[in-house]
């Protein structure tokens, strides 16, 4: 009986491998048979919300899940993320906050300064393009860039998991005045007084002078100035006259008064930081470029790279993995699934489609995508990635699991399809061996797998 059973599970499996089989090899090398509404793309993240808008630049937050509906059938496990890109301008500091979430920030373009308090102290990380780094849940932190240049575009990961449910993310702004209010204007005034030992007056000067929003511009006097503290800071130790100097210096620039607040409020003096630097900086994570790695896959039709914890540590304290794929142009990511995360996705570079698979072997979704475009894939949903014959296709994202997700490949050398072949297999597809092996072993690459000749198609 329950063998009965078994084998029409796996002829039902099985015909969904046979399925996604065929969806490739009919539609998937032009990507351009019936291509849905992106409205109706169910795992197409399209509504995106600004949540900061400043002259100096501005955030704008996609939220994860597709719609309500796929929630409720309950069918998926998967934990929630939202997926927010970051635009400065040349010259700007996004100004000092925490968030109730935490972050993996990615630098697409640009580069900046980052500084956030790690253990108690204050750290700045220079970071270019394709550099990741990690900023915990409740950790004030600042990204700054003093030059003139290019705009910096960061792509970043919200795991909301800790998060206080309100909006997609909240912030606490530490540096503010009237827009953004410093969370500090929330107490007392006798209470800030006393506890900063100044007068009402200068208080109030400080907590009524910002009127720029979380993203502001910098003078260039104060951007010089910036700068010069931090060559300084960072090519001498400090002698005493070195501390006295800059002590001055902050009181003298309005804007870095945060500074001091900033050591004020998480304990410790102000010179707190420069005292611990004579005895060595701390060590905070380094961020890690992307690009500076290997591929871990890479054949003559594209590459794909995965980060999870055992590469990069500090992913491990939000368990989310991060990966970059790049196509050449027609070619695809053969069909896989997760079996452990869901998957988040950002199209970088290029256009293309992604086809995603029901449970059941229907067509859940055949969109077609574009850079700037957002998609998600739920946990055990078979999908691929195909470049659009105009020109490479290059997407990166996330997986709600820093452990090692280890993709199975439904199609191609090396899937699960090569290495099950054998008389059980074609029993399951209701074919001789023989057929079998004709079929599954006709494709001779894996993972990514060419786009067929024109001429040939469905000839
Ligand atoms: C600001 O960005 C430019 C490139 O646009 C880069 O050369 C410079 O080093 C960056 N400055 C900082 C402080 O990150
Ligand atoms: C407060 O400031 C005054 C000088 O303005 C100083 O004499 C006093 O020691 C300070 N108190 C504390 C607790 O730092
Ligand atoms: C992706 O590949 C294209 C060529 O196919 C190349 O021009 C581009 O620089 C690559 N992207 C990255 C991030 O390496
Ligand atoms: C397959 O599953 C999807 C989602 O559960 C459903 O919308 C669709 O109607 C199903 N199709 C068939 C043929 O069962």
């Known amino acids: 009986m329950s063998s009965t059973r078994n084998r029409e599970e796996m002829k ?36 995106s919300e600004q949540v900061v808008k400043t002259e100096a630049g501005e955030v704008r937050v996609v939220r994860g899940f597709g719609p309500a509906s796929m929630l ?12 927010g890109f970051i635009l400065m301008e040349p010259k700007t500091l996004f100004i000092p906050q925490y968030l109730d979430s935490s972050l993996i920030l990615f630098v697409h373009r640009g580069e900046a300064k980052v500084g956030w308090i790690y253990k108690d102290e204050l750290v700045e990380k220079q970071l270019k393009m394709g550099d990741i780094i990690h900023i915990p849940a409740g950790s004030t932190f600042y990204m700054i860039n003093t030059s003139r240049g290019q705009r910096l575009h960061v792509i970043c990961s919200i795991d909301n998991s800790e998060s206080l449910g309100d909006g997609p993310y909240q912030s606490f702004f530490i540096g503010g005045g009237r827009r953004p ?50 060559h300084r800071r960072d090519t001498r130790r400090k002698g005493m006259l070195d501390v006295f100097y800059d002590e001055v210096q902050q009181v003298e620039e309005g804007v870095w008064e945060w500074r001091k607040l900033l050591s004020n409020v998480l304990g410790g003096s102000s010179g707190d930081r420069r005292n611990k630097n004579k005895g060595g900086p701390v ?60 998957e988040y996705g950002v199209v970088t570079r290029g256009s293309g489609t992604i086809q995603v698979v029901f449970p059941n072997g229907t067509s859940a979704m055949n969109a077609e995508v574009a850079e700037g475009d ?21 997407f990166f994202g996330f997986t709600t699991s820093a452990r090692r997700n280890r993709p199975q490949f439904l199609v191609g050398a090396s899937s699960v399809l090569s290495k099950m072949m ?34 040939e198609r469905r000839g």
């Not at 969806?23 to 509404?37: I, K, P, Q, S, Y």
């Not at 691929?384 to 296709?393: D, F």
């Open 12 to 47: 039902r499996l099985l015909s969904l491998l046979l399925l996604v089989c065929a969806l490739a090899a009919t539609t998937g090398f032009g990507g351009d048979d019936e291509v849905n509404e992106k409205s109706t793309s169910p795992f197409m993240l399209e509504k």
């Open 72 to 83: 409720e059938r309950g069918a998926f496990s998967i934990s929630s993320m939202h997926i």
């Open 181 to 230: 209010a410093s969370v500090l204007a929330g107490f007392h005034m006798s209470t800030l007084t006393t506890a900063f030992n100044i007068t009402e007056e200068e208080m109030q000067m400080m907590l009524g002078s910002q009127y720029g929003g979380p993203i502001v511009l910098l003078t260039s006097e104060v951007a010089e100035r910036m700068d010069r503290r931090r």
């Open 283 to 342: 060590r905070a994570p380094e961020p890690y470029n992307l690009y500076d790695r290997n591929p871990d896959f890479r054949n003559d039709y594209g590459w794909t790279l995965a980060l999870d914890e055992h590469d990069y540590h500090p992913l491990k304290h939000s368990d989310i993995g991060v990966y970059i794929v790049n196509l050449t142009a027609g070619s695809m990511l053969a069909p896989h699934v997760n079996p452990r995360a869901t």
């Open 374 to 394: 957002v998609f998600w894939i739920p946990r055990y949903f078979p999908f691929c990635q195909i470049a659009s014959r105009s020109g490479p296709l290059e």
């Open 422 to 455: 054998g008389p059980e297999l074609a029993v399951g597809f209701g074919v001789t061996e023989e057929q079998l092996k004709e079929v599954v072993n006709a494709q001779r690459e894996g993972v990514i797998l060419p786009s067929r000749p024109l001429h």
